[in-house]
């Protein structure tokens, strides 16, 4: 079955290819923000992190179907990833001061990364279905200051949910995981497989 990767990001490329998976990668063009409004404004009652599973999962699943209608009987992967405090939903930063601003509220707490992936088949969603690993970042100190400000230097940050990577410099800043290493990273590829098997890839 051809296999399309509904997504541009590197990361999660690099993870399906360490599988040795063979696939092709599409973009799709869905306005995230509009559907992302609509689940916190739907779910205002529910906690931050209800509201992070349930727009991983619609977001997931929006860029994969957005595919799959230009492109019948093929297996299309959508995913998407966000970094989460009791208080804030983190996307991708819009600038250098916004990006400092999640790093430094991240700082000597613990938050989660949800990733939500949807399997897509001819506009049908065949599984849909979330990760989450909790991670906790070193107090802020002197230390913190200085690899924030040279994280931020590097631009790494201004593509990644929550400012920061788990396989680059922002690594620096990570005391503890609790979870899926590859659920941080944007893809939960042991479980991802799992699912690949049983669609027979």
């Known amino acids: 079955m051809e296999i399309i990767l509904?997504?541009?990001s590197p990361r999660r490329k690099e993870l399906l290819e360490m599988c040795n998976i063979n696939f092709s990668t599409?973009?799709?063009e869905i306005d995230?923000?509009?559907?992302?409004?609509e689940i916190i404004y739907s779910n205002s009652e529910k906690s931050m992190f209800e509201k992070a599973d349930l727009l991983t999962s619609a977001l997931a699943f929006n860029k994969a179907n957005a595919i799959s209608k230009e492109n019948p009987n093929k297996l299309i992967i959508g995913s998407d990833t966000v970094v989460v405090s009791e208080n804030?939903?983190?996307?991708?930063p819009n600038s250098h001061e916004d990006a400092y601003r999640m790093l430094r509220s991240l700082c000597g707490s613990k938050h989660r990364v949800y990733t939500g992936v949807s399997l897509v088949k001819n506009e049908t969603?065949?599984?849909?279905?979330t990760?989450?690993?909790e991670v906790e970042f070193f107090d802020y100190d002197d230390n913190?200051?200085?690899?924030?400000?040279?994280y931020i230097k590097s631009e790494s940050p201004m593509d990644?949910?929550?400012?920061?990577?788990?396989?680059?410099m922002g690594a620096l800043l990570i005391k503890k995981i609790s979870g899926d290493y590859y659920t941080v990273m944007g893809l939960p590829i042991s479980k991802l497989y799992r699912s690949l098997i049983k669609y027979q890839i």
């Open 26 to 28: 599409m973009v799709s």
């Open 144 to 150: 913190m200051e200085k690899i924030i400000r040279d």
């Open 160 to 168: 990644k949910a929550g400012a920061y990577g788990i396989q680059d």
């Open 88 to 92: 804030e939903i983190l996307g991708k």
């Open 6 to 8: 509904a997504s541009k």
């Open 32 to 37: 995230e923000k509009k559907i992302e409004n």
């Open 131 to 133: 990760s989450y690993t």
């Open 125 to 129: 969603a065949l599984e849909t279905f």
